[in-house]
T-cell receptor
Framework: DAGVTQSPTHLIKTRGQQVTLRCSPK?????VSWYQQALGQGPQFIFQ???????QRGNFPDRFSGHQFPNYSSELNVNALLLGDSALYLC??????????????FGNGTRLTVT | GEDVEQSLFLSVREGDSSVINCTYT??????LYWYKQEPGAGLQLLTY?????DMKQDQRLTVLLNKKDKHLSLRIADTQTGDSAIYFC????????????FGRGTSLIVHP
């Protein structure tokens, strides 16, 4: 039973470029959340997708956008990259059908470096 | 993430018990979680406790919840070098938002 998988594991981009990160949720999960974790910080919530729609959004600019596909996998897109976007991007899946007690299961993340 | 407070570092000797503390903000939070992050990896769910409980034990892990003081702790018995990692406390608030809020994490260092 595969857990949450993310690709790529590492990425180097230049300021102003655009990036797409990908996530496949754990089997049986239908909800995907994205977090940004800067060095030495806890994960900060970006947004959550359920039924192919953005259900909740954190305090991130519109440069951050996402998508969820019918198979529940998800993408995170970041446009006009800034140096401050360098971070570990974590995808987490859960099951909305389980209600409040469905904990998040995390992938190993994508390390994005913006130069 | 700063709404959930944790001390940044904890150093213990192998074989001793470790106690990692956390204070959270919302007394009506429904679930409280402990996650572990090893270098270069994502967050691994260790355990969680529902707000109507005051203690939960799972092998070497004991979670204590004091709702009055909004204080959560994680005790690791017989700490091993493999327990060295960053430990995150997270709270899940009620209402329309089912998104856990994380603290900055406590870096646990276990030395021989």
């Amino acid at each position: 039973d595969a857990g949450v998988t993310q690709s790529p594991t590492h990425l180097i981009k230049t300021r102003g470029q655009q990036v797409t990160l990908r996530c496949s949720p754990k089997s049986g999960h239908d909800t995907v959340s994205w977090y940004q974790q800067a060095l030495g910080q806890g994960p900060q919530f970006i947004f959550q997708y359920y039924e192919e729609e953005e259900r909740q959004r954190g305090n991130f600019p519109d440069r951050f956008s996402g998508h969820q596909f019918p198979n529940y996998s998800s993408e995170l897109n970041v446009n006009a990259l800034l140096l401050g976007d360098s971070a570990l991007y974590l995808c987490a899946s859960s099951s909305t059908g389980q209600g409040l007690d469905s904990p998040l299961h995390f992938g190993n993340g994508t390390r994005l470096t913006v130069t | 993430g700063e709404d959930v407070e944790q001390s940044l570092f904890l150093s213990v000797r192998e074989g001793d018990s470790s106690v990692i503390n956390c204070t959270y903000t919302d007394s009506s939070s429904t679930y409280l979680y402990w996650y572990k992050q090893e270098p270069g990896a994502g967050l691994q769910l260790l355990t969680y406790i529902f707000s109507n409980m005051d203690m939960k034990q799972d092998q070497r892990l004991t979670v204590l919840l004091n709702k009055k003081d909004k204080h959560l702790s994680l005790r690791i018995a017989d700490t091993q070098t493999g327990d060295s990692a960053i430990y995150f406390c997270a709270e899940k608030r009620p209402g329309g938002s089912y998104i856990p809020t994380f603290g900055r994490g406590t870096s646990l260092i276990v030395h021989p």
